[in-house]
């Protein structure tokens, strides 16, 4: 019976990327070189099986050092800090048509007084953490570094 994702298998050309941390998982799991040749050849399916365990470990470490997201329209955008029991939601939108958020410079063009709408809210995780962050980029948001979070929230004191 073949292993089900926890969130999706990596591509070819990302598991060619990971090549030397899928070595040393197969060394940790006691698959040798010649047994890694045999049950691709022998066993395809146990093979397919080990790939898509090896991406949830890779995918659920991104996850897990994930600590902003972002979701970026021209008129709005929401930036997301992911603690670990909640996540926080700072955003901005405008009905403004000279203003465009997808722009990484626009922090530096806009003020409130040009018609925009600075929000925020928080709410715990209703699934786990990394599960719901994974399901948040599927949809759009992009991990991010913080800087809109940060420029958005200094908008609201």
């Given at each position: 019976?073949?292993?089900t994702p926890k969130y999706r298998e990596l591509t070819a050309s990302e598991?060619?990327?990971l090549e030397k941390e899928f070595v040393d998982y197969l060394i940790v799991n006691g698959i040798t070189a010649d047994d890694w040749?045999?049950?691709k050849e022998d066993e395809k399916e146990?093979?397919?099986?080990i790939i898509t365990l090896f991406s949830d470990v890779v995918l659920e470490g991104v996850l897990r050092k994930v600590q902003f997201l972002e979701f970026r329209t021209k008129s709005d955008i929401k930036a997301f800090q992911c603690?670990?029991?909640k996540m926080v939601l700072v955003g901005?939108?405008?009905d403004n048509d000279q203003i465009d958020f997808t722009n990484e410079e626009v922090f530096k063009t806009i003020s409130t007084a040009d018609g925009i709408k600075v929000y925020t809210t928080e709410k715990a995780y209703s699934e786990a953490r990394e599960s719901e962050l994974f399901k948040m980029i599927q949809k759009g948001c992009s991990i991010s570094?913080?800087?809109s979070f940060k420029a958005?929230?200094?908008a609201l004191v």
């Open positions: 019976m073949a292993v598991l060619q990327e040749v045999k049950i146990k093979a397919e099986d603690l670990g029991e901005m939108s405008t570094d913080g800087q958005i929230s200094l």
